[in-house]
C-alpha cells in the first residue's frame, strides 16, 4: 500500500512541491484546474502580500495571502474570501508561493504582474468585503418569493 507523502516531507525531500489547486478561495488569480502552483521552503520572515502555505491546527493545509503581520503573527485571507484568518503563527507556515503556472507561462512572485495583483487583492479588500455585503443583502432580498 502506497502512503502519500506530505506537503512538508515533500519540501524537505525537494525543497519545492508544484501541485494544482484545490479549492476557490484564491480566485480569479489562482483558479482549480487551470494553475499550477510552485511552493519554496520558506526561508525567513513573511511580509505582507506573501501566500504561504500553512498547515491549521485541524491538519487542514490552506493557500492565503499575508494582509498584515503583527507580533502575534500574521493576518492571511484567500483572495475571494470576506473574512480574514488572525494571527496564522511562523510554526505553522510549510512554504511560501514563488510561482503560478498558467497555459505553460510562469509568472513569478517577483514578476510586476504578481505584484500588480497582490496590491489590489490585499489594498482593495474593504471594497471587496464592502460589494459582497452588498451583493449578499441583494440576493437575500430578490431571492424571497413574494
Same mark, same amino acid.
Given at each position: ?50 501566500? %504561504? ?36 503563527? %511562523? ?56
Amino acid at each position: 500500500m502506497n502512503n502519500p507523502s506530505t506537503f512538508e516531507q515533500q519540501l524537505d525531500e525537494h525543497g519545492r512541491i508544484i501541485y494544482t489547486n484545490v479549492g476557490d478561495s484564491m480566485m480569479p488569480f489562482i483558479k482549480q484546474g487551470r494553475d499550477v502552483l510552485v511552493i519554496e521552503k520558506r526561508e525567513g520572515a513573511l511580509k505582507k502580500y506573501d501566500v %504561504p502555505l500553512y498547515k491549521r491546527p485541524s491538519g487542514q493545509y490552506v493557500l492565503h495571502r499575508i494582509h498584515k503581520v503583527t507580533d502575534k503573527g500574521y493576518v492571511t485571507c484567500g483572495d475571494n474570501r470576506a473574512s480574514r484568518e488572525r494571527y496564522v503563527l %511562523p510554526e505553522q507556515v510549510i512554504g511560501v508561493l514563488t510561482a503560478v503556472i498558467r497555459d505553460g507561462r510562469e509568472i513569478a512572485d517577483k514578476s510586476f504582474a504578481f505584484k500588480l495583483y497582490a496590491h489590489l487583492g490585499c489594498d482593495g479588500y474593504f471594497i471587496r468585503f464592502a460589494l459582497g455585503k452588498i451583493r449578499a443583502l441583494f440576493r437575500r432580498i430578490f431571492s424571497k418569493k413574494h
